[in-house]
């Protein structure tokens, strides 16, 4: 039971250090772009975005999300990996890892209510 205390804590502890940390990070990129976020988009995706107007002549997507270019700052933590329902930066994936692990730590913790011995 003390080494599955143990785990439950690391968990809970890694999974709130990937988030904060995730979440750091996309800041980190918006503070360096003056409150912008790049976005790597392919040319299908911008022509997409021309079409629909949601694109701005200043490179804008949305209020925060702009295309990426050489001049834009720390693009390897910005938005570059597409998954088909959207794209998504370093600091994204690292928010959902700690999502998923937080949620597998509450489920170690519920086994060790379940078990313990009084």
């Known amino acids: ?57 200043d490179g804008m997507t949305d209020n925060v999300h702009c295309l990426m270019t050489k001049d834009t700052h720390l693009n390897l933590l910005a938005d570059l990996f597409n998954f088909g329902d959207g794209i998504y930066s370093i600091g994204d994936l690292m928010m959902m890892a700690g999502d998923s692990l937080q949620s597998n730590a509450l489920m170690i913790g519920f086994v060790i209510v379940l078990f313990k011995k009084e």
Not at 30 to 51: Q, T
Request: glycine share 8%; hydrophobic share 50%; aromatic share 8%.
């Open 1 to 57: 039971m003390k080494s599955l205390r143990k785990t439950f804590l690391a968990l809970i502890l890694l999974s709130y250090a990937l988030g904060f940390t995730g979440a750091a990070l996309n800041q980190l990129v918006i503070i360096e772009n003056g409150g912008k976020f790049p976005v790597l988009e392919n040319s299908a995706w911008v022509a997409r975005d021309v079409e629909k107007g949601t694109l701005t002549e």
